[in-house]
């Protein structure tokens, strides 16, 4: 296959030189040859936004780095997902839109220099002005979306819809092997509407700081491999979405069949997460073989009111984590992304059950060990019209930090204020919930405490925290439990703890 260096068009290393013809040249004339692949040699050059085209890699060697640019100026207006709307905003840094057959392979680096991005972010928090050029033709191209203007998207009023580092829109055949992906302006990587994507020992990182940093975005993608990558990212490591609330529904395409494996996870908000973004619906996932070391959670999934659809079919296996505030989040009932104006999406009442409320069910989690955890050992909150549903718990070991000057905290963002400080595991609104063979050992209180669950299955669910014979298993206003195995026998009367509403007990 043909073979094309990017300084045979003229791109120069080490000068500061913008690049951006140079490589763009590059692309588009292996692009008219039929494809082939598009080489960086050893060294940095500077470019602004480049497109791929189809039957194209971009092979970047050993020692090499694609900088780019950070003049706003310097990136077109361009269709694209941002935040899980269907808009117009900055053009992404390394960009291919209805494309075929495409990679990005090789031990090089994108380097999305991202600081000046950041920073704008930062002085929209504060609740300052901001506008350029760049975003009066943003807001001129979205003239016609009003959608996200009542949600706490900080950027939507002033129109910086920061890009990501790379995303592919509209694309199969996909591949990002091995390269180094850092400082992107937004999300790190994002694929949106693709097929058959395989991302294989790529090393995402951003700084701890950066505004929505995440690593890793899917996003109403079918037919996903992920494996032997590397993240340390400012927010949730690997996320899977399909669109948000009306205009996700309107295109309504799951995030589907997606396997992540033999993956480390040190920092960030999440290891893997699911949602909130999730308005297509996400099934068919697996996550296997995987180290999470210091992100705040570990597995997290997280819808609301206004999201609808599904998340469910999801398959957890064989996972090692440590320093984390919350090993398992499960939450219907996330209060960030809802709309101002309506009071009811958190409200604890029962609201009747429409397009918009989220079905969260069918998720197995199994052989994970979990130590120094600081907040809880877990976290399960439906809602009171659409419990999460069918939720297995297997052979998990989960330790809660002794150290009491360790912070705990939120474990997950419900409607209210939840913190916990070395606890076990929350359960709210679920139906058909069992733990087989799960140890914790808390700092404080009940291994589990269970609130309006219904049919739950308990069998050998222990509590070892050391010097005393804790209650393992506290409920109120559930019905329909099932406890065997030794520690009940042996602990009947100390074991479990019922308050107000009459529990049935098998």
Not at 53 to 72: A, I, K, P, Q, R
Not at 107 to 129: A, I, M, T
């Amino acid at each position: 296959m043909s073979r094309y260096d990017i300084t045979s068009y003229g791109a120069i290393k080490n000068t500061g030189a913008d690049n951006t013809a140079a490589i763009q040249q590059a692309l588009d004339t292996c692009s008219s040859n039929g494809g082939g692949t598009v080489y960086v040699p050893a060294g940095e050059f500077k470019t602004g936004p480049i497109e791929l085209h189809s039957n194209t890699t971009l092979y970047l060697e050993t020692g090499s780095v694609l900088s780019f640019l950070d003049d706003f100026n310097e990136y077109p207006i361009v269709k694209t997902r941002w935040s899980g709307y269907v808009c117009h905003g900055f053009m992404p840094l390394v960009f291919g839109q209805n494309v075929s057959n495409v990679a990005i392979k090789g031990d090089g680096v994108l380097d999305g220099n991202g600081q000046k991005w950041w920073e704008v972010n930062r002085r929209l928090r504060k609740g300052e002005h901001y506008e350029c050029e760049k975003t009066l033709e943003i807001k001129q191209a979205n003239s016609d979306f009003t959608e996200p203007a009542d949600t706490n998207l900080v950027e939507w009023p002033s129109q910086f819809l920061r890009p990501p580092l790379v995303q592919f829109y509209h694309a199969r055949h996909v591949t990002i092997n091995g390269v180094t992906v850092r400082n992107s302006p937004f999300w790190n990587t994002h694929l949106v509407f693709c097929e058959d994507v395989s991302i294989h020992q790529v090393h995402f990182q951003n700084p701890s700081d950066t505004p929505n940093g995440d690593g890793l975005d899917i996003d109403s993608c079918l037919n996903v491999r992920i494996s032997d990558c590397h993240f340390d990212v400012g927010d949730d490591c690997v996320v899977l979405k399909s669109g948000i609330n009306e205009d996700g529904r309107k295109y309504n395409t799951p995030t589907k069949n997606v396997t992540i494996t033999n993956c480390t996870m040190h920092h960030g908000h999440g290891g893997v997460v699911f949602g909130s973004e999730n308005s297509g619906g996400i099934e068919n996932v697996t996550v296997s073989n995987c180290v999470f070391d210091g992100t705040d959670r570990g597995i997290r999934i997280k819808t609301n009111r206004e999201r609808g659809s599904y998340i469910r079919n999801i398959l957890v296996n064989n996972i090692w984590m440590d320093d984390v505030l919350c090993p398992i989040a499960i939450n219907s009932f996330y209060r960030h992304g809802v709309s101002r104006s309506n009071p009811h999406l958190l409200d604890a009442k029962t609201i009747p059950v429409t397009e918009k409320t989220p079905v969260v069910e069918k998720i197995r989690i199994s052989n994970v060990t979990a130590r120094n955890c600081s907040a809880a050992a877990g976290f399960i909150y439906g809602l009171p019209e659409m419990p999460i549903k069918e939720v297995a718990i297997d052979h998990v070991t989960i330790e809660m930090t002794d150290d009491e000057t360790i912070p705990g905290g939120e474990p997950d963002m419900v409607r209210e204020v939840i913190e916990m400080e070395g606890e076990g595991i929350f359960a709210k609104y679920v139906r058909n919930l069992s733990l087989h063979h799960v140890r914790i050992k808390t700092r404080k209180g009940p291994a589990l405490v269970l609130d309006e669950a219904e049919d739950v299955s308990l069998e050998q669910v222990s509590n070892e925290r050391d010097g005393e014979e804790p209650v393992v298993v506290a409920t109120e206003n559930c019905d329909k439990i099932e406890i065997i195995g030794t520690q009940y026998n042996k602990r009947k009367d100390h074991y479990l703890s019922i308050n107000r509403k009459e529990v049935n007990i098998k």
